[in-house]
């Protein structure tokens, strides 16, 4: 397991969708949607968000919610990765060279 996989444990869910669960010990590092990944490919940890189980689901599609539209996803998935990616850069597990 990666640090960056690690370093989700017991996080806050940065996803925050609706009826957001914010159960820390189901959250993880939620890899998003790219280009590359489906076919059997995860996208890279980089590209990845804290997630309840509960938003987690609904980003992988294996929960659909009535206050939770596919653009609703997309926007809050952009803050999400934002918001991830600012904390692992300040933990230096996130390098910008």
Same mark, same amino acid.
């Given at each position: 397991?990666?640090? =960056?996989?690690?370093? %989700?444990?017991?996080?806050? /869910?940065? @996803?925050?969708?609706?009826? /957001?669960?914010?159960?820390?010990?189901?959250?993880? @590092?939620?890899?998003?949607?790219?280009?590359?990944?489906?076919?059997?490919?995860?996208?890279?940890?980089?590209?990845?968000?804290?997630? /309840?189980?509960? /938003?987690?689901? =609904? @980003?992988?599609?294996?929960? %659909?919610?009535?206050?939770?539209?596919?653009?609703?996803? %997309?926007?809050?998935?952009?803050?999400?990765?934002?918001?991830?990616? %600012? =904390?692992?850069?300040?933990?230096?597990? @996130?390098?910008?060279?």
């Amino acid at each position: 397991m990666s640090d =960056i996989r690690r370093s %989700a444990r017991m996080r806050t /869910c940065s @996803l925050r969708l609706p009826d /957001c669960r914010n159960d820390r010990e189901t959250v993880v @590092l939620a890899h998003l949607p790219s280009v590359d990944s489906g076919r059997g490919f995860k996208s890279p940890d980089w590209f990845a968000v804290y997630s /309840c189980a509960h /938003c987690h689901d =609904i @980003l992988d599609g294996r929960k %659909a919610h009535p206050m939770t539209p596919h653009w609703l996803v %997309a926007e809050r998935s952009l803050a999400a990765l934002y918001e991830t990616q %600012a =904390i692992l850069f300040e933990e230096g597990l @996130l390098l910008v060279k």
